[in-house]
């Protein structure tokens, strides 16, 4: 089926059309515009102006995108519907499983994402609530595309609620699905008849330690349904094939039917005949070399101002916030302190969030610099403003190191040298035992991020938990 994307420009044609419709009319249009062959300044460059106005027609229909839609209807088939239930609370930080139980979870799902393209696909964030990250959908991207974007550092809620998740999902009314629930367990011990729902056990027996409140605690995996097929993790890969092969021996009752619709575009080759025909008129070319030239094939792997767009860039300079921000980033991690301390302080914002990292960032420029005192003064200033472990662990540094004597400080050069000395002998890129590395906070984010309404849902509550685990 024919169609036209952009109309409206069909209505460029019309002045064309009355030149062309009162030219036997108006003296003075046939004799000056449409003479056989109307002489520009060179008699040898002769513009056929017919040929131009065709041209400029035939831009405009280009311009008007119009396509041939072809819709394909594809065969009705049989199909399972699969949830994942991922748990993104904080134990599933804990190192127990490689590199953490959350990333390998997020690993076997798009191992299996990957390699089941005929059933639809949905995923779920819980921790005590419940979030839709993927809809029901064949476009299993949408799953990997979710998964690549959650940050598990804005999730704040610590506890886990399985009963939440199957209340939510239940809620939701999905024909008869097959649910598989990543997760070390929560605080409730759930017995269920549904055969449909499938427990992966991301924890060991022996468990992990966890960072919380300047102490740890112990997190190993906790019991989660009772008479129900539970799976245990026995390496990314193994676990990605025993999900699959559940999904495959599943019996398929939901009857799907994917139509797809494909547009054809036709503008290409309105754009080829425009040029052609202004090139006829313009230029004293035979059609038959015209039609030889058309036939080369010239590959171009570069452009012809590129140079001219690299030598602009070298004397462009970002003077956004974000840029100024990176560039101050950028020069620290290369050891340009000074530079770097000096792009920070330039900084300005009212926002109390990134006060405080501007803040933090300048005390640790200050103490890589051991100016100590003005890096103390600076950590004290962003932890009035908004709470770091980082800020606090590096005043903490700052603090020791200023109230060290000359013989002290002494006495560790000695001990740091021959640290160095003897690590060398092993590998020759090793770094001291005693060197202190900063982190410096960046404004870099990737592509696709979920968005603060999502986190928020996720965290709602967070400030009642007592005890989450």
């Keep these: 089926m024919f169609s036209i994307q952009y109309p409206q420009f069909l209505i460029l044609i019309i002045p064309i059309l009355i030149l062309l419709f009162r030219k036997n009319k108006n003296k003075f249009i046939k004799e000056n515009i449409f003479h056989p062959n109307t002489i520009v300044e060179d008699k040898n460059n002769r513009i056929n102006i017919k040929l131009i106005f065709i041209s400029t027609i035939l831009i405009i229909i280009a311009l008007s995108r119009p396509i041939i839609k072809e819709t394909k209807q594809d065969i009705n088939t049989l199909s399972s519907n699969v949830i994942f239930a991922l748990d993104i609370s904080h134990s599933m930080k804990c190192d127990d499983i490689s590199p953490n139980r959350l990333d390998a979870s997020k690993e076997i799902l798009k191992l299996v994402a990957q390699n ?115 799976i245990k993790f026995d390496g990314v890969e193994n676990t990605a094939k025993s999900i699959s092969s559940i999904i495959k021996n599943n019996n398929k009752s939901v009857l799907s039917s994917i139509s797809k619709s494909e547009d054809y575009e036709l503008y290409r080759y309105f754009l080829i005949l425009a040029i052609s025909f202004f090139l006829f008129s313009i230029l004293d070319i035979k059609p038959k070399v015209l039609l030889l030239l058309g036939l080369m094939g010239i590959t171009l792997n570069a452009g012809i101002l590129d140079f001219y767009y690299i030598n602009k860039g070298e004397y462009c300079k970002i003077e956004s916030f974000e840029g100024q921000y990176n560039c101050a980033t950028s ?86 040298g021959e640290k160095k000395f003897e690590n060398s002998n092993d590998d020759s890129n090793s770094k001291s035992s005693t060197t202190v590395n900063l982190k410096i906070v960046t404004t870099k984010e990737n592509k696709h991020q979920l968005g603060s309404k999502s986190y928020n849902m996720i965290n709602k509550g967070y400030i009642d938990e007592k005890q989450p685990w």
């Design 116 to 230: 089941n393209t005929s059933d639809k696909f949905a995923l779920f964030g819980f921790t005590t609530n419940t979030l839709p990250l993927s809809p029901l959908s064949f476009d299993h991207s949408l799953v990997i595309n979710s998964l690549d974007s959650l940050n598990s550092e804005y999730i704040l809620t610590k506890g886990t609620s399985i009963l939440n998740l199957i209340s939510k999902i239940n809620s939701l009314n999905y024909n008869n699905p097959l649910v598989f629930v990543l997760s070390d367990g929560g605080e409730e011990k759930l017995k269920l008849d549904n055969s449909n729902i499938y427990p992966i056990v991301m924890a060991t027996k022996q468990g992990s330690k966890l960072p919380m409140n300047e102490k740890f605690v112990i997190s190993q995996a906790n019991p989660m349904f009772t008479n129900s097929n539970v």
């Design 331 to 416: 020069l620290y991690s290369k050891g340009y302190y000074t530079k770097s301390l000096k792009v920070f302080k330039s900084l300005k914002s009212n926002d109390a969030n990134i006060k405080s990292t501007l803040f933090y960032n300048v005390g640790n420029c200050q103490y890589q610099l051991k100016d100590f005192k003005r890096a103390i003064l600076n950590y004290r200033k962003s932890l009035e403003l908004v709470y770091n472990n980082d800020a606090n662990i590096n005043l903490s540094m700052a603090l020791f190191k200023s109230n060290l004597t000359p013989q002290m400080k002494k006495n560790a050069a000695k001990k740091d």
